[in-house]
């Protein structure tokens, strides 16, 4: 059983930094890609950074030249450095990830608990 566990949101006023960061546990073959997910309270989840395992990174408009995604695959983790953060970013983030697990033998999507994002002006 593969599980996602996000951590590291919390309360910043505008303009601060926060980093989240996701795990994934379990029967692991790899993890290709990552992404994050916020979502705002009556709004649908929307993508606004992902990572392939070969390197390469997308980002939303709205979070260009503010957040980076990173990985390390071997711990299983992403990461997302969110700096000059707005208001307009608080949300739950969700972290995303298609797992290939080696017991049993498939590969499926998964999406973490989500963790707050509060962003105070």
């Known amino acids: 059983q593969v599980q996602l566990v996000g951590s590291g949101g919390g309360w910043v006023q505008a303009g601060g930094p926060l980093r989240l960061s996701c795990a994934a546990s379990g029967s692991i073959s790899s993890i290709n890609p990552w992404a994050w997910y916020p979502q705002a309270p009556g709004k649908q989840r929307e993508l606004v950074a992902a990572?392939?395992?070969?390197?390469?990174?997308n980002y939303a408009e709205s979070v260009k030249g503010r957040f980076t995604i990173s990985r390390d695959n071997a711990k299983n983790t992403v990461y997302l450095q969110m700096n000059s953060l707005k208001p307009e970013d608080t949300a739950v983030y969700h972290c995303?990830?298609?797992?290939?697990?080696?017991?049993?033998?498939?590969?499926?999507?998964?999406w973490g608990q989500g963790t707050q994002v509060t962003v105070s002006s």
């Open positions: 995303n990830a298609v797992v290939a697990s080696t017991n049993p033998i498939i590969s499926r999507g998964y």
């Open positions: 990572t392939t395992s070969g390197g390469s990174t």
